[in-house]
């Protein structure tokens, strides 16, 4: 099976109880901001990337929230879902890859668990503090 990691950005705004999504054109799923980790990119700076691409946003990946894995027989893959924290940095929300990207937009706690159900206990879940990340030594 081919190895395949992917990084999540998980942008949570406290105040409204509310985290931002995208919509992905592909397969119509909404997912946090997030992608495939390129050759020679840690996973923080794939997460920061990607949430770039599709949110236009800048952001900070902090902590890891949740690590997920699965098997995918029909493309031979096994791939393992890294999502982290993520503060954002800018505020103007602009997609830059509208290729894969339909909209990025805010949704409820309630919401995002009826599109993105694969997190047992939900959203709320996954906002705690986490678990430190550290790269080449250095805890991000």
């Not at 949570?12 to 050759?39: A, D, F, I, R, Y």
């Not at 020679?40 to 949740?66: F, H």
Request: net charge negative; aromatic share 6%; glycine share 8%.
């Amino acid at each position: 099976m081919k190895e395949v990691r992917v990084a999540y950005a998980l942008i949570h705004n406290e105040e409204t109880q509310q985290v931002l999504m995208v919509h992905n054109k592909k397969n119509g799923s909404w997912t946090l901001p997030g992608g495939l980790v390129e050759q020679g990119e840690s996973l923080a700076e794939a997460a920061v990337r990607e949430a770039k691409e599709e949110t236009g946003l800048d952001v900070e990946v902090t902590t890891i929230l949740a690590v997920n894995e699965a098997k995918m027989q029909a493309n031979n893959e096994h791939a393992t879902f890294v999502t982290f924290k993520a503060k954002q940095i800018s505020e103007e929300i602009r997609i830059q890859d509208s290729e894969k990207i339909a909209e990025a937009v805010w949704m409820s706690y309630d919401e995002v668990d009826k599109v993105m159900m694969y997190h047992p206990g939900g959203i709320k879940s996954l906002l705690g503090d986490g678990v430190p990340y550290v790269d080449e030594g250095v805890v991000i």
